[in-house]
């Protein structure tokens, strides 16, 4: 079981490009979200899914998209990259309950110049 | 105002101290309240959830809940090296726990020196 995978690790980007985070998960949980996490600001989710083809938005969603057309992947898409989006990014998932248990990823760290 | 705030740190301590890290919350709507340890370069890994207000104890770890002061804390007994990390408290009303929808604090970050 890999887990939680997500790439890219690392990536810069000139403000206005778009680019992809892929995130991928084996252990066939229902539910999966994003998150990022800045300094002194704590994770803050972006967006999150239910299930395939469901998804909402979070606390902070503006200038992101996601899909769910698999249980197992949950790309998060920047339409036109900004220097406020420089974060690193946490994709995770759950199996659902009410132990808050989520399984997150190693994280991707995103820079924009 | 932020929902949920945590003292940031940095907090730096000799080995076998206790340690005290604490949230304090406003919407009343918590339900459910987790500790996250996340390691340098890595991602949040579930530490402790409880659910009442009151105390929950596994090993060196206790988490308190005081819900009528909207007030949580995790205690840390004979700390270690490998207990460096940063520590962030996350609640949830029952729904958003189910999906993963969690609201964090800031995380503080710890040092246990030798």
């Known amino acids: 079981n890999a887990g939680v995978t997500q790439t890219p690790k690392f990536q810069v980007l000139k403000t206005g490009q778009s680019m992809t985070l892929q995130c991928a998960q084996d252990?066939?949980?229902?539910?999966m979200s994003w998150y990022r996490q800045d300094p002194g600001m704590g994770l803050r989710l972006i967006h999150y899914s239910v299930g395939a083809g469901i998804t909402d938005q979070g606390e902070v969603p503006n200038g992101y998209n996601v899909s769910r057309s698999t249980t197992e992947d949950f790309p998060l898409r920047l339409l036109s990259a900004a220097p406020s989006q420089t974060s690193v990014y946490f994709c995770?998932?759950?199996?659902?309950?009410?132990?808050?248990?989520?399984?997150f990823g190693e994280g991707s760290r995103l820079t924009v110049l | 105002q932020k929902e949920v705030e945590q003292d940031p740190g940095p907090l730096s301590v000799p080995e076998g101290a206790i340690v005290s890290l604490n949230c304090t919350y406003s919407?009343?709507?918590?339900?459910?309240f987790m500790w996250y340890r996340q390691y340098s370069r890595k991602g949040p890994e579930l530490l402790m959830y409880t659910y009442s207000s009151g105390n929950k104890e596994d090993g060196r770890f206790t988490a308190q809940v005081d819900k009528s002061s909207k007030y949580i804390s995790l205690f840390i007994r004979d700390s270690q090296p490998s207990d460096s990390a940063t520590y962030l408290c996350a609640m949830s009303h029952a729904g958003g726990t189910s999906y993963g929808k969690l609201t964090f604090g800031q995380g503080t970050i710890l040092t246990v020196h030798p």
């Open positions: 995770a998932s759950t199996p659902g309950g009410l132990t808050g248990e989520l399984f």
């Open positions: 919407n009343s709507a918590f339900q459910y």
């Open positions: 252990m066939n949980h229902e539910y």
